[in-house]
């Protein structure tokens, strides 16, 4: 099985660093993850409708030369499906027993993603209401996805 996560935008911050080696590593046990992370563009607080959907394209081709043939591709996005952790791991599992061995979730910028990435989807996933930065979310995504992993393999963690 193969976990890709692109990310617009690299992460400065050394604990979010930390927890994101912490979670790679403890998914190393049941996936190949590969963590690619794709330039973010600049966007001023002030920006017009027109010039942040031009940002989110822009960010959304980077993304998209990135994506490889044959991945199933699951993207996060406030609209997209909200589900708990054990419906999170049901539907990973169903993805690979599908026969789909490669998955690439993708994080958009701070503006989000582009409709064009977003019709693209296989798969819309909201990690939430609420609103996180978008350098955390990688963090959070990695666990959840490591808590999926060990309720898809019957394992203690998940309580």
């Not at 409709?115 to 939430?128: I, P, R, V």
């Amino acid at each position: 099985m193969r976990i890709t996560i692109i990310a617009v935008g690299k992460i400065k911050e050394k604990y979010l660093k930390e927890g994101i080696n912490e979670y790679s590593k403890r998914l190393s046990r049941y996936c190949k993850l590969e963590i690619i992370e794709v330039e973010d563009e600049h966007a001023p607080d002030n920006l017009s409708s027109l010039e942040e959907q031009q940002v989110k394209k822009r960010e959304a081709e980077r993304v998209v030369k990135r994506l490889k043939e044959g991945t199933l591709l699951v993207v996060l996005d406030v609209r997209g499906s909200k589900m708990s952790s054990e419906e999170l791991a049901r539907k990973l599992e169903s993805f690979f027993i599908s026969g789909k061995s490669h998955v690439t979730f993708v994080i958009g910028g701070s503006l989000g993603i582009d409709k064009e990435l977003l019709n693209m989807a296989d798969f819309s996933l909201s990690l939430s209401d609420m609103t996180f930065p978008h350098q955390l979310t990688r963090l959070i995504l990695l666990e959840q996805l490591y808590r999926s992993f060990k309720i898809i393999n019957g394992e203690p963690y998940h309580r």
